[in-house]
């Protein structure tokens, strides 16, 4: 039966971690983009598979369907976007977006 997870590029009974963001605590904030990849390369972290790096356009938006990239058995999540260089806007908090894929939401409902 379905476990509540997706097992990626992860060997079964095997525990795997791919990142996406950082936050620094001895500073209190979260790392720019090339900070963050420079940590995961020195630490010798998987990161997320990055899908776009560039100008946002609303042609992303489809990004967030279709199979997922590190298991093509399974339907995407989504994705994260984020700007290479951390801002906060007073009006929205921490510039950062999540777009969840309407093939993985409909997935979960079947689940509920």
Known sequence: GYTGRFAYDV?????????FDAFDLSRGVYLDDEAFC??????GLAQAPVL???AWSADLVELAEGPAVLNAGHVKEGWV???LVERF?????RVILKMR???YLLKEGDRA
């Open 11 to 19: 060997p079964k009974g095997d525990v795997g971690l791919r990142l």
């Open 38 to 43: 420079g940590v995961c390369e020195k630490l």
């Open 52 to 54: 776009h790096r560039g």
């Open 81 to 83: 976007a984020r700007p």
């Open 89 to 93: 806007d007073e009006s929205v908090g």
């Open 101 to 103: 894929g309407q093939g």
